[in-house]
Structures are given as C-alpha cells and as structure tokens.
C-alpha cells in the first residue's frame, strides 16, 4: 500500500467520516453544556464550551475540503498545508482532551456532592457533554494519527 | 542532518534530560498529593496518583536505558523496541494530560468553594501537584514526539 493512500488521511472517505464525527459530537457536547445549563459557574465548563466552539469551525472545514477532494478527485498533497492542518489537529485534540477531563473530574465532584449543589437534571447533562468530548477527542486523535503517518512520505 | 541523529531521541544525552524531567516532576507530583493530604476522597486526585504512579517506573527504566545507551556508544535502533517505546510514551501523556487537566479542573472548583471545603493549606498543596503534573506532560511529550519523529526512518 503506498503512503500516499493511507485511509483517514486529507482527501480519503474515511477522513471525510472522521471529520463528521468530530462535527457531530462537539456540537453534541456544546449543545448539551450551553442550553439552558449555568456552564459559566465553572472556569472547567467554559474552557469546554470554548474548546468545541473552535473545534466545530476547524472540523467544517476540513469536512469541506475532504468532501471537495472527494469530488475532484484530487487530494492535498502540499507539505504547507498538510503541516499546518497536522498542527492545528495536534492542538484541538490537546485541547480538547484536557477540556473533556477536566469536565469529566468535575462532573464526579458533583455527583458525589449533596443535591442541592448539582440537580439531577443538570448533572447528567454535564455528564453527557463530557462523554461526548471524549467522542469527539477520539475522532480528532484518529484525523491526526493518519495525517501524520502521511506527513514523512511528502 | 541525518535521522539517525534526531536530538532528543533514544540514546541522546537529550533524550536523558527529557526522562530525568519527567522522574523528578512526576515524583514530585505524586508526592504533593500524597503526602499529609486525603486525596483519595476525590477520583480525579486517585486518578492523578496512579498514572504518576505509573510514569515514574517507565521514566525511571528508559532514563537507566539512555544512560547506558549513552555510556556503552550503543543507541538503540531496534524498530520493535522503539515502536514499544513510543507506543508507551504516546499513552502515558495521554493519561498524564488527562490527570493534570482534571486536577486543575477540580483544585479550580475547590479554591472558588469556601475554606472549610478545602483548607488553603490543602489546596495550594492540590495546586502545586497539578502544576507539577502538567511540566511533567510536557516533558513527556517531547520525548514522545521526537522518538515519533525517528520511527519512519528505520
């Protein structure tokens, strides 16, 4: 199999997957810790909050240019280029995992805390919005891994 | 510069700075939260505590490794070992990032709380370890980034 076809990377189906994935569960996660939920009481909530508002903008993109790459047949294979969504995928996921464990600690913290400090009805939406970072972490690891494994072959 | 001579890769005397980094923040860490302080009441800490307790071994056995790959001339080039390696490394700073953001997360929460939820002498002990926690991820990553780095060209 030749570098230049390694499935997940820029310009494959499995890479478009991966992306919509990562677009479906972020926004999953935002939807889940902004509506209706006072997320700006904790630094961890809105650090997740912020997270996912830059990992939603970054993953249409990249579904963008995967679903065109697709179409036209013609994949990125420019080195800036490649480095530069390589970088920024590193980041979000970095990003993102610390987002995502951070709420994950705080939400079993509040589990364990008296009623009054976290109603039921919040806390599993807290909970729900941490699990799908997590999703949404995996998928952006995924993107990242198979990009890199094609970045020593330009 | 040829890839066989990545700084920071296995059998550098970088390499062995990265790993002596990572045994004294880590220890450090595992330290600060253990030590007089009743951190088994939160998970996140627990969590803290056993990954450290898990990335000292391993910094301590490949710090012994670059040691005598330094002293005896003799890097180590094996792809089998380096995949183990790097494999290994890629994990461990992925659950030293997870416990030091969910640390952070909770030591956060706690400093905002009232004090007879968390004594400042507790929390600022909680905070230091967390810190610590993080520059050893740093560390962490870099080896496993630079030991990535080596691997297509074996």
Do not use: A, E
């Given at each position: 199999?030749?570098?230049?076809?390694v499935p997940g990377s820029m310009g494959t189906s499995a890479?478009?997957?991966l992306r919509i994935g990562?677009?479906?569960f972020s926004s999953a996660s935002l939807l889940f810790m902004s509506l209706g939920v006072?997320?700006?009481s904790y630094t961890a909530f809105c650090f997740l909050v912020t997270v996912m508002g830059l990992v939603i903008p970054w993953s249409v993109t990249l579904a963008l240019l995967d679903g065109y790459s697709i179409l036209a047949k013609c994949p990125v294979r420019q080195l800036g280029i490649l480095l530069v969504i390589v970088i920024g995928d590193?980041?979000?996921s970095i990003l993102t995992l610390a987002a995502a464990s951070s709420t994950a600690g705080i939400v079993d913290l509040l589990l364990r805390a008296d009623e009054s400090f976290c109603p039921?009805?919040?806390c599993s939406r807290y909970l729900l919005?941490?699990?799908l970072a997590f999703l949404s972490w995996f998928f952006?690891?995924?993107s990242s891994l198979f990009n890199l494994w094609l970045l020593p072959s330009l």
């Open positions: 199999m030749s570098r230049q076809h890479s478009l997957i990562q677009v479906i006072d997320f700006y590193w980041v979000l039921p009805k919040y919005s941490s699990m952006s690891l995924g």
